[in-house]
């Protein structure tokens, strides 16, 4: 797993989390910048499922449960599609709202992948 990756997606989530909390109060309805937020960190978490798949054919094995970095990525990969599709249906300042802490939900699940794919156990 490449660790500048990781760090970039982490990023992202918790400025996508950060952005639409902050639209989410300041105006009523989601905007296309909080989707497209959210829509930038779920593209980065499909590149990091890829990356993940082919890693063990190129000897970088996992230092954790692999079960449980999967239940970690398929879980942030159903997540932001599942927040923009209720707030796009709901169209109001707390479905923004609740986009940014499925953003901030996924940067944790984020990095709790990097521990379990680069961090050696003790």
């Known amino acids: 797993m ?25 105006r009523r309805v989601p905007s ?30 996992p230092t954790g449960s692999v079960l449980e970095f999967y239940t970690y990525l398929i879980s942030a990969l159903l997540l932001p599609p599942a927040a923009a599709f209720w ?8 479905s923004t709202v609740i986009l940014g802490v499925a953003a901030l939900a996924v940067g944790v699940m984020v990095y709790r992948m990097l521990q379990i794919w680069t961090v050696q156990p003790a």
Do not use: H, M
């Open 87 to 94: 707030a796009l249906l709901e169209r109001n300042r707390w």
């Open 32 to 61: 296309d910048l909080t989707i497209g937020a959210l829509a930038l960190v779920e593209a980065l978490l499909v590149v990091q499922l890829i990356v993940a798949i082919l890693a063990p054919g190129f000897g970088n094995e």
């Open 2 to 26: 490449i660790e500048w990756f990781t760090w970039v997606q982490l990023a992202v989530a918790v400025a996508a989390g950060v952005l639409c909390i902050v639209l989410g109060f300041a």
